[in-house]
């Protein structure tokens, strides 16, 4: 589904989201981090504010569509993909992050983690991932956040 919604979902629903993406990235303590990873980060939309915010830190956005991932970087999706520091982006599934146990000084997860097949083992991997002292910042939706529409 997300391969084939990925125009869409860069034009119409990743710019509104990154101003969530940056309320998260916000929230990290992410300054001196050495490794940030962006879970189902979409066309990127939050990767230039990690990248902003984590500036020792190599940024990394994982997303299970390789559509999704195309647009990063291609002028078509959400993210520059210019910073020296967002060293690349991973096809693969957020229940079975491609990172060794406590590598990651923080994960981003935004408006994902409820579409999920097991949350409950996503949100596992993001834990194994992370150091000691790490940071998870998660967004979804709630009753005081309603969809936009256009």
């Known amino acids: 589904m997300y391969d084939r919604d990925a125009g869409a979902y860069a034009e119409l629903r990743a710019p509104w989201l990154r101003a969530a993406s940056e309320r998260a990235v916000a929230a990290l303590p992410v300054r001196s981090a050495r490794l940030v990873i962006d879970v189902a980060c979409g066309t990127g939309s939050g990767l230039d504010e990690l990248a902003r915010a984590a500036p ?3 940024v990394v956005g994982l997303d299970l569509s390789a559509q999704m991932l195309r647009r ?3 002028g078509q999706g ?3 993909a210019a910073d020296d520091h967002l060293a690349s982006v991973v096809q693969g599934d957020a229940a079975r992050l491609p990172f060794a146990t406590g590598a990651a000084d923080a994960v981003l997860c935004c408006f994902a983690l409820m579409h999920m097949p097991s949350p409950a083992d996503a949100a596992a991997e993001f834990a194994r991932v992370l150091r000691g ?3 998870i910042a998660l967004t979804t939706w709630g009753p005081d956040v309603p969809w936009p529409t256009r």
């Open 78 to 80: 959400s993210a520059s």
């Open 72 to 74: 990063i970087g291609s």
């Open 133 to 135: 002292g790490g940071a």
């Open 56 to 58: 020792r830190a190599r």
